[in-house]
């Protein structure tokens, strides 16, 4: 077994060149996540760019090539996903930096924040948020993205699940204006569907099967959540990146 390769395979972060092109979900996760990064790559304002939780830095050097002219940071908590965005895909423009999505300070604002796929991942939603509010200037950019169907039950990384709805009213609790969006959705794949933790597989969908089990072994009630996601949605997954407008904070 290559334990190399199976260690860089999660539902917590992407890494596109260990992945399978072959596998259905790999090639699907891939072209997701780097349409998510092209859309905010198109909707970047001013030159200091920050990429928080920037996972191995693919999508931080897609939009740092883009814009040779606009300085950018790509931010991790996980170190070893900063020392692989370091090695792999490191740009003059841009640099790598390890820290908490909620704790990370800079001297100076950043004119606009991206923000993929990070905010569903943590439990204190408020610090991540309030964080945003001190990073990025008045009337600068976020481009943030969540699931909008439920993705918790098989996703074990996943800590809330979001309705485009309550995405847009918990950003707009912080003075974020939603401005425009980007919709994607996925269809459901099966890949390596039951696979247990030592399979050797690159498979985005590896696993997810098992998680669901636990998962409603544990909430039998979240299954009227999932039954309705299924009659309103169908079988698929779906994601909104938004991009909102910072403006000055009001007295409430």
């Not at 370091?86 to 423009?93: E, S």
């Not at 933790?197 to 098992?210: D, H, I, M, N, P």
């Amino acid at each position: 077994m290559n334990r190399d390769r199976v260690a860089y395979t999660s539902l917590e972060r992407i890494y596109p060149q260990r992945m399978d092109p072959s596998k259905n979900a790999d090639k699907d996760a891939i072209e997701l996540h780097q349409s998510r990064y092209r859309f905010a790559s198109q909707q970047l304002i001013g030159d200091r760019i920050l990429d928080l939780a920037c996972g191995c830095g693919y999508g931080t050097a897609l939009m740092a090539e883009a814009h040779p002219d606009k300085t950018f940071v790509g931010v991790d908590i996980d170190e070893t996903a900063i020392l692989y965005a370091r090695q792999h895909y490191q740009r003059p423009n841009l640099s790598y930096l390890s820290g908490d999505a909620t704790k990370f300070a800079s001297n100076q604002y950043f004119d606009t924040l991206v923000s993929l796929e990070t905010i569903e991942h943590l439990p204190s939603v408020h610090a991540l948020l309030e964080n945003f509010s001190k990073l990025l200037r008045v009337n600068g950019k976020l481009i943030a993205s969540v699931p909008t169907t439920p993705t918790c039950d098989g996703n074990p990384h996943h800590l809330h699940d979001f309705s485009e709805r309550s995405f847009k009213h918990l950003l707009r609790q912080f003075d974020f204006q939603f401005h425009t969006g980007f919709e994607q959705v996925q269809e459901w794949v099966y890949d390596d569907l039951m696979a247990n933790e030592l399979t050797e597989s690159t498979s985005r969908a590896k696993g997810v099967g098992r998680n669901l089990l636990k998962f409603y072994l544990r909430r039998p009630w979240a299954l009227i959540t999932r039954f309705h996601a299924l009659l309103v949605h169908g079988r698929c997954n779906k994601y909104l990146t938004g991009v909102f407008i910072r403006h000055a904070s009001q007295i409430h």
